[in-house]
């Protein structure tokens, strides 16, 4: 395994990569690097090109003054295949990986061969911004009064209950 660093749209992308053959990218979470597949890449490696980047804010790459969205971070990765000469790929991500590959697939593909998701984060955010506000219409103010006590006492800890329960 190598790992390098190579300019994709003016940013600095620090990457992990190891193998040969078809594209393999694996995508990590919030605050995290490419560090957390460092057990996945050689499970791989013997049949696939395997590239674990961090991601723009993450890691060893730079932290560019730039929106940091899922459309953001999808069209870096899709440069990034480009520029290392990745003509389709498999994405796996975790977390915010996972909501990244995702847009990945939905944006480009054709270049997304397939997806391998584990737990990916978000997803609901335009489902929310076309029905919340009907949601929020029909039910009002008593839909809250009956659910947020449940909500609070699922939440937080009781003190008067033993620290060992």
Not at 44 to 56: E, M
Not at 108 to 128: D, K
Not at 137 to 163: E, I, K, Q
Request: a neutral charge; proline letters at 7%.
């Amino acid at each position: 395994m190598i790992e390098r660093d190579v300019q994709i749209d003016g940013i600095r992308i620090h990457l992990a990569e190891a193998g040969e053959g078809r594209g393999l990218i694996l995508l990590h979470g919030l605050s995290a690097t490419h560090a957390n597949w460092e057990h996945t890449i050689p499970a791989f490696a013997d049949r696939w090109r395997v590239i674990a980047p961090d991601l723009p804010g993450h890691g060893q790459s730079a932290k560019p003054d730039a929106p940091y969205t899922i459309d953001f971070y999808a069209g870096v990765i899709r440069s990034l295949g480009r520029e290392l000469g990745v003509r389709e790929a498999v994405v796996m991500g975790n977390s915010l990986g996972g909501q990244i590959a995702i847009e990945l697939g939905l944006s480009y593909p054709t270049w997304t061969r397939a997806l391998v998701l584990a737990a990916p984060a978000g997803g609901f955010a335009s489902a929310v911004r076309t029905f919340g506000w009907a949601i929020g219409a029909a039910t009002g103010p008593r839909l809250l009064r009956l659910t947020l006590p449940r909500a609070v006492d699922l939440c937080f800890h009781d003190p008067s209950l033993p620290s060992c329960a």
